[in-house]
């Protein structure tokens, strides 16, 4: 072979090379990090145009392909909103009946913030805050009722979403408010609050009144509780008596009918709810042992108070709202305990009624 053709040969083959090595490196994917594009998907390699070493990719990463803000480039979704998180909201067995838990259970040691998450733990997801609880141990200072600050009703209502929780009642009123004054404040609160819900017992029914009047301006509901006839400054244990003022405010103030001090106080409790038909705002459930002022409450279905009657009964009447678990015992262990019987009692049989 003449050495023309060797020359040849040999400059062709470094040519060949050359080109193939350029091809190579042109054909890299900048997304795939060294990755060619056969081995990733064709539309992603289409959208990028041909990036050499000196430049960067058109693509560049993204914090979780979100815009970023401003100059520090953090990324838009780590700028969460307070309280954003929320627990999903409880189903309540019975349609329109808004079993939760009257806060006064947990009057003796724990704060609302506590109780909102023996709440939760119960599987419940409505509560019945009373005036005068501590709110938190992170302020010791601070009690739940309409003097609380604006700060700490807003961390209180994030507290309450994220326990996937809602604020359907307040009481009971402070039976010594009986001026107009005192009583806009507490509407107020309610109204910031989101609650609809009153329980009252004004030791003055002159104070009624008032109640009537601002809860039209307010838009919300009042209803008369009972205490046991035993205690000397209780006014409304009489389901009559009751009746008569209820009739006397046209559904604005209706009855905050406790079954349990009803018992206590020697009237049946299914019957006075027949008295009271069309007039029950809400309910606060218990069972207890005697006729008695200071009967121990216990487990639904093993005390005096036919609760299982009760229930039959608001389910006759159509009521919809909130029924209120009221258990104050010291022991907490014995505490939980009847409530989650209660509970299970309480959803068992409201679920042969649906």
């Known amino acids: 072979m003449s050495k023309k053709v060797w020359i040849l040969l040999i400059v062709s083959t470094l040519f060949l090379g050359s080109c193939a090595e350029t091809q190579s490196t042109a054909t890299k994917c900048p997304l795939a990090k060294k990755k060619t594009c056969s081995q990733v998907k064709k539309k992603e390699c289409a959208k990028v145009k041909v990036c050499n070493k000196k430049k ?3 693509l560049t990463k993204k914090c979780d392909q979100k815009k970023t803000c401003g100059k520090k480039k953090k990324c838009c979704e780590s700028k969460k909103k307070y309280c954003s998180k929320k627990c999903s909201a409880k189903k309540d067995v019975y349609p329109g009946w808004n079993l939760g838990i009257q806060a006064w259970s947990f009057h003796t040691g724990f704060t609302l913030f506590e109780t909102i998450d023996k709440t939760s733990e119960l599987g419940l997801g409505w509560i019945e805050a009373y005036p005068g609880q501590p709110l938190c141990s992170k302020y010791p200072d601070a009690k739940f009722d309409h003097t609380l600050s604006a700060e700490l009703r807003k961390k ?8 996937g929780v809602t604020l359907v009642a307040y009481g009971v009123v402070p039976p010594d408010l009986n001026n107009e004054a005192q009583l806009r404040e507490i509407f107020e609160f309610a109204k ?5 819900n009153l329980g009252v017992e004004p030791a003055d029914e002159a104070a009624l009144d008032i109640f009537y009047k601002l809860c039209k301006e ?15 400054w209780s006014v409304y244990h009489n389901p009559d008596k009751v009746l008569g003022l209820a009739k006397k405010y046209d559904g604005i103030i209706g009855v905050c009918a406790d079954v349990g001090h009803w018992t206590r106080s020697g009237y049946d409790a299914v019957e006075s709810l027949k008295k009271l038909e069309g007039h029950i705002t809400y309910v606060h459930i218990k069972d207890v042992e005697a ?6 409450p216990v487990p639904f279905g093993s005390g005096i108070v ?8 608001l389910d006759r009447q159509g009521f919809k709202g909130p029924i209120s678990i009221e258990y104050p015992k010291k022991d907490w262990a014995e505490c ?8 299970y009692y309480f959803n068992r049989e409201a679920k042969k009624l649906k």
């Open 156 to 163: 209180t209502k994030c507290k309450l979403k994220k326990a």
């Open 336 to 343: 939980l305990k009847d409530m989650k019987d209660s509970i």
């Open 56 to 58: 960067e990719c058109p």
């Open 218 to 232: 307010y838009n919300i509901k009042a209803g008369i509780h009972n205490h046991p006839a035993q205690r000397s």
């Open 192 to 196: 910031d609050m989101g609650v609809k």
């Open 291 to 296: 006729v008695e002022s200071r009967s121990k």
């Open 306 to 313: 036919n609760v299982k009657a009760v229930l039959q009964e």
